[in-house]
């Protein structure tokens, strides 16, 4: 059974890799152990994430995330977790009960691959994909299907469910951690035995590294080999079924024709090519 949750948490912590923000995934956020999906904390060092995917645009300092897959709702029961979450949460980083910090710090996100038409009613929409929402608590909701296909959405296409716009968000999205890609391959699995797509990381890495290889010159590809390895990836048989002995030799230099040759032999040579234009 595939993780969406963690899955999805390990996606955004790779999205705001090295960047003013920290990804927080199963944050507990009470005594008896309820998690939260992701919590996003604004931290002191770091660049900010240029550019964003659209519904990220108004981060604070603490941003509460709850997800759903296209295999779950998004329901008023969610919406209520999540505000108890931010409620838990928010005593949770603040000095005391009596010190709670500002709710202008906090933000709500509850982000599905899926639009809730059961929410509907409540939902305000601001571009395609993004929502707000007042539901005890102002919130947005970020539809991952309804998305368009930019660069900078390349990340939510991931999460689609759609073929299409999974397959832009593979070619499109820029991983901060390229390790790290591997960890979306159990997604891509899954799209597959679900016939959501036929295409899978492994065939996406293998034309990533093609391209990727097809890109650098001469000189970037052979940087980390030693002679030897490179000697060893063509054997003599292959290299004179592409290069005459005459276009190999044009291409060293006198002395490096010469060496190897004693004098005596490069002086037998001249004398026979002397001999031969005297005729």
Known sequence: MIDWHRIFGLALTDLFTNSNYQVELEKDVSIQQQFLDVVIVEQTEGPPVTPLPDGLDNLAKYNLLTYKSHQETLDKWALKELVGYYIAYRKLVSPNLNHLRPEEEFRLYAASTRYPANLEKLLTKRQAGVYELEFAHPMRVLVLSQFPETPNNAFWQLFSANAEKVLYGQKNYDWQQPDWSSVIDELFKHYKLEGIMSYTMADYMKEYRQNFIQSLTVEERLADLSPDEVLQRFSPDEVLQRFSPKEMLQRLSPD?????????????????LKSQRSH
Not at 260 to 271: F, H, K, M, R
């Open 256 to 272: 490096q024709r010469l060496q190897g040759l004693s004098p005596d032999e490069i002086e037998a040579y001249l004398s026979k």
